[in-house]
């Protein structure tokens, strides 16, 4: 099948349902990332108390605490580098051999669809969990750095170059933890993705209620609350 036969197969509110997932992806993490002063996403409220951590670090006599939690951040950047990985090699099996899949969705929706539609709706599927597993690797290195700058703090607090140091571990953690944060919301749009299948209309719904979650868990809900407030 040509590329021009198999555009064709593919309706213009599939066209609008692809474009809708791709710009709500872009949109949530510009809006995530850089809120309104005013109302501060989680991500950002922990970024601070990511830089909070590193310069109390540097007073803190024993550091095994420290340790530990940098470990449990990169088994847990482990844990979804590995599922992506999974999943990944999952959906090239699957994009072979679409039969099984074909038959649901002909039960579901009473309509019968090529071979190559269906493989290319799971390609976009692939996009957002390769972009997820990227991610992720990255945050995982990221957060290995940061372990080597904290282990590389003076103990001595007094040292000028302790405060320096603990400051960049902060930012490298920051990066880090954007970096697994965007990871994590690439696998929720690319469960929305995967709606496609079933039709364009339950792509756009899927789109939707990962956008009303998003923002509801970054600006509404009670973890937001919980860490906007401050000791009477």
């Not at 709500?24 to 951590?53: C, D, G």
């Amino acid at each position: 099948m040509t590329p021009n036969m198999l555009l064709a197969q593919f309706s213009a509110l599939d066209f609008v349902a692809v474009v809708a997932i791709i710009s709500a992806w872009i949109l949530a993490t510009h809006l995530i990332e850089n809120p309104p002063k005013n109302r501060p996403s989680v991500s950002r409220l922990m970024a601070f108390y990511r830089q909070e951590w590193m310069v109390h670090y540097v007073h803190r006599e024993t550091r095994v605490f420290d340790a530990q939690i940098m470990g449990n951040l990169r088994q847990s950047t482990a844990f979804f580098a590995s599922s992506s990985m999974i999943a990944i090699g999952g959906l090239v099996a699957l994009i072979g051999n679409t039969d099984q899949i074909a038959g649901v969705t002909k039960d579901l929706t009473q309509n019968a669809e090529p071979a190559s539609v269906l493989e290319l709706k799971l390609v976009l599927v692939l996009l957002f969990i390769g972009n997820a597993f990227l991610k992720f690797v990255w945050s995982h290195r990221l957060f290995g750095y940061c372990a080597v700058l904290m282990a590389a703090v003076p103990n001595d607090a007094t040292d000028p170059t302790a405060l320096s140091r603990a400051t960049k571990a902060g930012t490298i953690n920051i990066t880090a933890s954007r970096s697994f944060n965007r990871g994590i919301r690439a696998i929720y749009f690319g469960l929305a993705a995967a709606a496609w299948i079933l039709g364009p209309v339950l792509l756009l719904l899927g789109v939707l209620v990962t956008v009303i979650v998003l923002g509801r868990r970054e600006f509404a809900s009670q973890s937001r609350a919980a860490l906007l407030q401050e000791p009477r």
